[in-house]
């Protein structure tokens, strides 16, 4: 929200300098975004008087002018056609930056063609003052030589630029800006009230609303022979400050309106539109229009728009139609003040795209009661600078019912704030935010029409806080423990945290995507659990929490690799929803990477299932989980490729997922090529147990010769090689450090349905060396392990 400290003054009676004015704002709660003051970027440049200018004595386009500046007569070489003698221009001193050029004058004299020149005259558009760049500034009017440029250019009145919070519509409007600066002493709020413009005539055109739920309220009036001329200087100059072209004198208005009082309008040319002009249901095709923005819409019957009895003229609140939009030449014309409720007006630009500034506003909440004086106040103008005879006001419905009145223990006060503020203090400021008191042993405190933020005691001591200033609020130290205390982690953050650190060491990014995403990639992964579609998302593609994290990081991969980046790997920890009930978030780490082979002369392998499972197993490490006892199916859910993926689980506890992404997913994605992935729960890894208190030596490499043996077992090929290695492990637990399956065969001299799986197994002893005796014993508990698991030893 943008507006000028001339506008602000227009309804704030104060003295203050504009750092101490945003300062004042910063305090209150406006966040500051930006203050552009020309005069301070226009400080060096004043004006000058050209006493002579003679042509070039070596260059046909330049003059060389003598010229009287603040710093006494220079010698300037310019190249402007209109630089004459008595002419009153812009001078820039050896040294100035100029910011329409970008560069800095030298700050010696330069010659030009032989020609010393000591400064610079400049164009308007030099000075990012206009557009003018056919000559220097010629300023009219008797200007002293060294005026400051901003002033002769009238360009002294500050821009003030502030984040508008979204429970606070009434600061879209200057009017409601100034009255919180007063509460909060900035200065004294010129409230006065809008003048009644009486009506001449009766209004000729009727006024319904149909959908009172979308519009309780619909007012409006005619003007009868308006000249739609330009607007006046003033209000062109503080449009074009906060960024809007100034058009005509119609659309100036409304639109000064709008960022003046917070009240949009709009405006119909009288002789395109019916007798009868209603707030109704959109009917689809049937109520096909061209908007101002030059496109076509079909409203949709939740979409609330005005119409007459032949034709759609506009959404409510949204945007209006090209068919009924005035012209220069309109002469009779219906303006339109009504409320529309804030949801429909949101979802009505939501799903048409349309981000107007009418919307903007209605969507977040105008004052209901704003209707009248927002109509009074464009009409006054309108007849003002353009003339015209108006009608009488007809108003159709009635504006939505204030909020209860909120009861107020003032000794709550004290209590949230610390601070010990008097009575008549408390009701000076509720009272200076428009807020109606009536004293008591509890307090009956009325919310204003423009401030439906404010529902129960809390949010009224909030704004005694913000406007008494939060830098009054008392600073009470915590009494400091002694010693040193460490912040406790729990079990799952330093699982997190362990995991995090294990993916990203296998060469994976870290990313953080959105916790929502659209409903139809929600429904590629298993679909929004109950109650987590968003009432108000903050965008359309975003409209319900995610169930899976591996959505946006798929995308995000897709993103990457068609910006050039040739291997993106990444990973994100973070929430994933099931439903809308307390245990319905899980914690998880998921990474996803293309299936993409390195470029080198001696051949390069892609990364296929087995890759990714050797990083997901490498994060369950970290984390702690009992790895040698996670069990590997191929039920993996429908996202993922069948016969490429697994589920790593503990009994029916899903731990984690893992292979390649399903084709079907990735071409609703819009991704090309193969993706693998994985994703933990990590709530699901069940809790480590307790460590015990004796102390045990560290571990360390035995300086006794481990054995190996091989092993060839015929198995069923629907025996899974992990179920095989698991028991072969536990077959002597305190002697077998390890098992690897090295090879595996199927083909002649192996029974069909049956495959031929070797096995490495490391013997680790302890204390002594091993005797052959306890060799053969342990591979004959290895041989009788791996029958029980349903392999038997090859002959």
Known sequence: MKFTLSWLKRHLDTDLSVPSLTDAMTMAGLEIEHVDDPAARLAPFTTARVIAAEPHPDADKLRVCRVETKDGEKQIVCGAHNARAGMTAIYAPLGAYIPGLDFALDPKPRKIRGVESHGMLCSTKELEAGEDHDGIADLQGDWPV????????????????????????????????????????????????????????PCPVSIETDWAEACPVFAGRVIKGVKNGPSPDWLQRWLTAIGLRPINLLVDVTNFVSYDRARPLHVYDLAKIGKVIRARRGAGEADRFEALDGREYDPAPHHCVIA???????????????????????????????????????????????????KYRFERGVDPESVMDGLELATALILEYGGGEPSEVRVAGKAPERLPAI???????????????????????????????????????????????????????????????????????????????????????NRVRAARRAVAQRGYQEAVTWSFCHHEEADLFGGAGPGLQLANPISSELDVMRPSALIHLITALESNARRGLADPRFFEAGPIYLNDQPDGQRTVVAAARRVIASRDWRGGAAPDVFDIKADVLAALAAAEAPVDNLQITADAREWWHPGRSGVLRLGRNIIAEFGEIHPRVLKALDVEGRILAFEITLDAIPAARKKALKARPALALSDLMPVRRDFAFLAPDTLAAGDLLRAVRGADKALIADAALFDRYAGQGVPEGHVSLAVEVTLQ???????????????KAIIAAAEKAGARLRS
């Open 407 to 493: 009861e107020l223990d003032i000794t709550r006060v004290k209590k949230l704030l610390g601070l010990d503020l008097p009575a008549p203090r408390l009701e000076e400021i509720l009272t200076a935010l428009g807020f109606k008191v009536t004293r008591g042993p509890v307090w009956q405190v009325a919310p204003p029409s423009w401030r439906r933020d404010c529902r129960e005691a809390a949010d009224l001591i909030e704004e005694i806080a913000r406007i008494e200033g939060y830098d009054r609020l008392p600073v009470t130290r915590l009494t400091r423990p002694e010693g040193r205390l460490e912040a406790p982690a729990t079990p799952l953050q």
């Open 146 to 201: 060294g005026t400051p440029a901003a002033e002769a250019l009238g360009l002294n009145d500050p821009v003030i630029d502030f984040e508008v919070t979204p429970n606070r519509p009434d600061w879209l409007g200057v009017h409601g800006i100034a009255r919180d600066l007063a509460a909060a002493g900035a200065g004294a709020f010129k409230d006065a009230p809008v003048e009644i413009v009486a009506g001449l005539f």
């Open 765 to 779: 002893p302890s204390d002594k060396t091993l005797t052959d005796a306890e060799i053969e014993a342990a591979s």
């Open 308 to 358: 007459d009895d032949e034709r759609c003229l506009g959404l409510g609140g949204v945007i209006g139609g090209e068919h009924s939009g005035c012209t220069g030449e309109t002469k009779d014309v219906f303006i339109e003040s009504a409320w529309f409720d804030p949801a429909v007006t949101r979802v009505t630009g939501r799903e048409t795209g349309i981000d107007s500034d009418a």
